[in-house]
T-cell receptor, first 112, second 114 residues
């Protein structure tokens, strides 16, 4: 499986932007980049996904490098409710069971 | 819609006991799956189903059985519980197997095997 690398943790102040980097240097042309987050004691929650172009939705923005070897999830104004572990995941053509391969993720701490 | 529901929320078993973790979704999703999450780790796929009557193994299937008799339900059976199966179990579903589809997760079942 293609591997992703994320920092273990990041801190942010409330109402400031948070930029979460993800490296995926072995990505292939058909792999989708997905982000999920997991709030404490809850199941993972979909955040956003993209293939080549930058994407925006109500939760976040996803900036994808031109060579697709890295991407950045942007939370525009962090709130205390955004404190969670954020997972960058590659969705791979032919992966058994359409599975999401979860790595360690980035634990985001939001300070009031 | 209730989304993905799981029961029970918590369960304690003794080694060798069997039990079934229930998962249901009301979104008419074709694809359902089971993951386990051990402390401080990401999720690992146990079994999955791409439609009623079709199931297959994920990366950690040993000790677990599944069946998919209806679109809505995807129970996970522990045949003979072992302490190594102490974990949090999440059920997930998505509309299809497409790589662009988001997966919806249930709230999880926290299982302890003594």
């Amino acid at each position: 499986d293609a591997k992703t690398t994320q920092p273990n943790s990041m801190e942010s102040n409330e109402e400031e932007p948070v930029h979460l980097p993800c490296n995926h240097s072995t990505i292939s042309g058909t792999d989708y980049i997905h982000w999920y987050r997991q709030l404490p004691s809850q199941g993972p929650e979909y955040v956003i996904h993209g293939l080549t172009s930058n994407v925006n939705n109500r939760m976040a923005s996803l900036a994808i490098a031109e060579d697709r070897k890295s991407s950045t999830l942007i939370l525009h104004r962090a709130t205390l409710r955004d404190a969670a572990v954020y997972y960058c995941i590659l969705r791979i053509v032919g992966a058994a069971g359409n599975k999401l391969t979860f790595g360690g993720g980035t634990r985001v701490l939001v300070k009031p | 819609n209730a989304g993905v529901t799981q029961t029970p929320k918590f369960q304690v078993l003794k080694t060798g006991q069997s039990m079934t973790l229930q998962c249901a979704q009301d979104m008419n999703h074709e694809y359902m799956s089971w993951y386990r999450q051990d402390p401080g780790m990401g999720l690992r796929l146990i079994h999955y189903s791409v439609g009623a009557g079709i199931t297959d193994q994920g990366e950690v299937p040993n000790g677990y059985n599944v069946s998919r008799s209806t679109t809505e339900d995807f129970p996970l059976r522990l045949l003979s519980a072992a302490p190594s199966q102490t974990s949090v179990y999440f059920c997930a579903s998505s509309y299809t197997t497409g790589l662009y589809n988001e997966q919806f997760f249930g709230p999880g079942t926290r299982l302890t095997v003594l």
